[in-house]
T-cell receptor
Framework: NAGVTQTPKFQVLKTGQSMTLQCAQDMNHNSMYWYRQDPGMGLRLIYYSASEGTTDKGEVPNGYNVSRLNKREFSLRLESAAPSQTSVYFC??????????????FGPGTRLLVL | GESVGLHLPTLSVQEGDNSIINCAYS??????FIWYKQESGKGPQFIID?????DKRQGQRVTVLLNKTVKHLSLQIAATQPGDSAVYFC????????????FGQGTILTVHP
C-alpha cells in the first residue's frame, strides 16, 4: 500500500512549456486534490475532484487544468508554464466513504521550477 | 514590503519539554479541523483532527484544543523529541464543499537535544 504517489519528483521548465503532473492513490479514496505550496506558505487548493468524473476549481485554478482519469489517478496540467508557477505541488486524497469530514492524505510533492 | 508568509512563527524547545503550537482560524462556521506535520522535503502528514462539537481530543503524545469562542486551535505535544522538529499547519473545513481545506501559515518547531 503506497498511499499517494506523485511523478515526477522534480522538474525544470522553460517559460511557455507544458507538462503534466501525475498523481495516483491506492487507498480506494473517492476525492482527490491538487495544492501548491510557495516558500514559507501554507497550501493553497488549485483543483479538486470530489468523485470520479467530477472536477471543480479551488482557490488558485488559473493556468492549470486537471483530469480525473479514473478513481485512482488525478493529473494536473500546465499548458503554458510561467515563472509564477514555480512551487511545490502536492496531491492529496480523501475517503473512502466520501463523507465530508474526513482527513486528507498527501503525496511527497513535485518540485517545479519555471525559468 | 515583505510577504508575511516569508516569516513563519517559530517555537524552539528542549527535548523532553511540552510544546504548544497555536492557530487562529478564520471562519466561525468551520466544523472540522486538522493538524498536519510537514518535515523538510516531504508532504504534510496527518497528526490529529477534531470536530467542532468537541473542545478537546487526545492522541498519542498529542492533544488538540478547540476554543470556538475566540476561533483558536492549539496543538500540544508532550515530551517533545528531536523527531518532532517540523513545520506544523492547522487546517479548517467549512461549508458544504467536500473536503476543501483552508490551511494556516504554519509554525516551525525546533527541538534541541
Amino acid at each position: 500500500n503506497a498511499g499517494v504517489t506523485q511523478t515526477p519528483k522534480f522538474q525544470v521548465l522553460k517559460t511557455g512549456q507544458s507538462m503534466t503532473l501525475q498523481c495516483a492513490q491506492d487507498m480506494n479514496h473517492n476525492s482527490m486534490y491538487w495544492y501548491r505550496q510557495d516558500p514559507g506558505m501554507g497550501l493553497r487548493l488549485i483543483y479538486y475532484s470530489a468523485s470520479e468524473g467530477t472536477t471543480d476549481k479551488g482557490e488558485v485554478p488559473n493556468g492549470y487544468n486537471v483530469s480525473r482519469l479514473n478513481k485512482r489517478e488525478f493529473s494536473l496540467r500546465l499548458e503554458s508554464a510561467a515563472p509564477s508557477q514555480t512551487s511545490v505541488y502536492f496531491c492529496a486524497s480523501r475517503g473512502p466513504y466520501g463523507g465530508r469530514l474526513e482527513t486528507q492524505y498527501f503525496g511527497p510533492g513535485t518540485r517545479l521550477l519555471v525559468l | 514590503g515583505e510577504s508575511v508568509g516569508l516569516h513563519l512563527p517559530t517555537l524552539s524547545v528542549q527535548e523532553g519539554d511540552n510544546s504548544i503550537i497555536n492557530c487562529a482560524y478564520s471562519n466561525s462556521a468551520s466544523d472540522y479541523f486538522i493538524w498536519y506535520k510537514q518535515e523538510s522535503g516531504k508532504g504534510p502528514q496527518f497528526i490529529i483532527d477534531i470536530r467542532s462539537n468537541m473542545d478537546k481530543r487526545q492522541g498519542q503524545r498529542v492533544t488538540v484544543l478547540l476554543n470556538k469562542t475566540v476561533k483558536h486551535l492549539s496543538l500540544q505535544i508532550a515530551a517533545t523529541q528531536p523527531g518532532d522538529s517540523a513545520v506544523y499547519f492547522c487546517a479548517e473545513n467549512f461549508g458544504t464543499s467536500y473536503g476543501k481545506l483552508t490551511f494556516g501559515q504554519g509554525t516551525i518547531l525546533t527541538v534541541h537535544p
